[in-house]
C-alpha cells in the first residue's frame, strides 16, 4: 500500500476468508493448512494462514471490520491494531527509514533492566 493509504485501510477484507495486510501478505481462514504458508494459527475450528500476496490487491476492496478481523485501536494515523480470530494480532504503524523498529526498542529496554531496578 503506498504512503497515502490511510493506516486504518492496511488491513483490508477482499473475500469472505481472506484478508489483505498491508500489500504483500494475505492472511486466510481455511479448515487446514498447507505447504503454502508462511505462519500458520489454529483458532476454534478454522485454521488462519499467512502467505505472500498472489496478486495485486482486488479494486473491491473493504476495510476489515467483521468478527473474523476487526480494528481494535487506532493511534491516530501512525498505528492501528487488528484483533485476528481470537488468539492473534496485527499492529500496523507507520515506517521510514529513520525510524527505530520496535524490535530495536524493546531490547534496548530489556537491557536496561525490569522497572524495579530503574531510578
Not at 475450528?45 to 495485486?56: D, G, K, V
Not at 527505530?100 to 522497572?115: A, L, N, Y
Amino acid at each position: 500500500m503506498s504512503s497515502s493509504v490511510p493506516i486504518r485501510n492496511s488491513v483490508v477484507q477482499i473475500s469472505h476468508s481472506t484478508w489483505r495486510l498491508g500489500c504483500a501478505i494475505e492472511c486466510e481462514r481455511i479448515a487446514e493448512p498447507d505447504d503454502t504458508c508462511a505462519a500458520a494459527w489454529k483458532d476454534g475450528e478454522y485454521w488462519y494462514i499467512l502467505r505472500l500476496a498472489t496478486s495485486e490487491q482486488p479494486p473491491d476492496v473493504t476495510p476489515a471490520n467483521s468478527h473474523e478481523v476487526r480494528l481494535i485501536h487506532e493511534g491516530g494515523t501512525l498505528s492501528a491494531v487488528w484483533a485476528i480470530g481470537n488468539n492473534a494480532f496485527c499492529k500496523v504503524h507507520h515506517w521510514s527509514p529513520d525510524t527505530t523498529s520496535e524490535s530495536e526498542t524493546i531490547k534496548f529496554v530489556q537491557k536496561k533492566g525490569t522497572p524495579s531496578t530503574c531510578t
